[in-house]
Each structure stands twice: as C-alpha cells, then as structure tokens.
C-alpha cells in the first residue's frame, strides 16, 4: 500500500466563497464521492483547507499504486465536470497514522491477534 497527498485545486482561487447552486452541488457529490473511499479505508483524511491564498482540498489517500489512484481521481466528479478542477498528487514518503486513523476493520483484526486473557 502507498500513500498519497492529493490536492484539489478549483478553477479560481474565489471559488469556495462565490460558488453558484449548480457547483455547490458538484461539491456535494465530490464529498460523497470521496466518503465512499473514507469507508473503504482509502481515503484517510479529506476536506477544505483555508490557505490565505485561497482554499483548496486535500486528500490523504491510500492505495495500492499510483495507477490506483489514478483512477480514483480522474473519476472524481470535479474533474469529470470539465469546470477547471484538477488534482496535484504526490507520494508520501511515510506515512504515521494515530490509533483513531485505523478503519474499524484493522481495529478488529488488530484485536483478533492479540493473545487471550481467559484463563
């Protein structure tokens, strides 16, 4: 497994302040989108950031290779819309999870492998 930085830019630096109806709801299936991978353990964290510059996305994903993720964000709704969005992605080095990052499936597994306290 790989992790990857991700971040979505939008088609102008305004955008999360003057977004129309019609993007908003772009928006909407962009967040639904990505929480399906959330609840395959693929997407770790995502969401707004609020850079002086001007918002943006971020994504901390992980997948199998790179060609996974790939396919994952040429699929994203905002990129599919053909409204100026895009993705810049790179490679983390490492990647150090806290204990409430695991899915609840790792938790599990986690658990099943520890020794048993009945005696």
Sequence with gaps: MAFFYCRLIAPRPTFAFDMDDEERALMGAHGA???GYGEQGK???F??????AGPWGLAVMQVADE????T???NDPTV???????Y???PMLQAVLGRDAFPARVKAEIEALKPSNSN
């Design 67 to 70: 060609a996974e993720l790939k």
């Design 72 to 74: 994952i964000l040429d």
């Design 88 to 90: 810049e992605a790179l």
């Design 80 to 86: 599919l819309s053909g409204s100026g969005f895009r």
């Design 47 to 52: 969401g707004p950031v609020a850079d002086p």
């Design 33 to 35: 989108y990505l929480r």
């Design 43 to 45: 997407a770790i964290v």
